[in-house]
């Protein structure tokens, strides 16, 4: 079982005011999770591993239902990471109406840089 993250068409970034050397926000990364588990489930927030920073960064997803063999697409804005790598992407999520939440497995080797216009992907396996 996994679940299948892909994240395409980075739509832009935003430069944050101040120093030139201030971390920026990737905004609008568009990521669309498939759901390969075989059960219908709710995905609650993903994580990525800030390289530049080296710490791991949060973003909560508002409640995405994806059925068996579906697909969703969220928009999302990635802070401190624009134009810039991250990797160890997975997601939290639970199987069905009562299951209990957890994370899937992280693609270590799978690095990539948050621009403009940029395809992403990341396979995101169950724990």
């Known amino acids: 079982m996994r679940i299948v993250l892909l994240a395409v068409a980075v739509a832009g970034t935003l430069l944050s005011a101040g120093a030139a050397q201030a971390d920026q926000r990737c905004r609008q990364a568009r990521l669309t999770f498939f ?27 508002l409640n995405a239902d994806i059925a068996a063999g579906g697909a969703v697409t969220v928009y999302e804005t990635l802070e401190y990471v624009g134009n810039e790598a991250i990797g160890d992407v997975s997601v939290q999520f639970r199987i069905g109406p009562d299951g209990g939440r957890m994370w899937s497995d992280p693609n270590p080797a799978s ?10 992907s990341h396979i995101v396996t169950l724990p």
């Open 35 to 61: 759901n390969e588990t075989g059960e219908p489930i709710r995905i609650f927030r993903f994580r990525y591993y800030d390289i530049e920073d080296q710490v791991m960064r949060t973003n909560d997803i």
């Open 111 to 120: 690095v990539t840089r948050c621009t403009t216009h940029e395809s992403i």
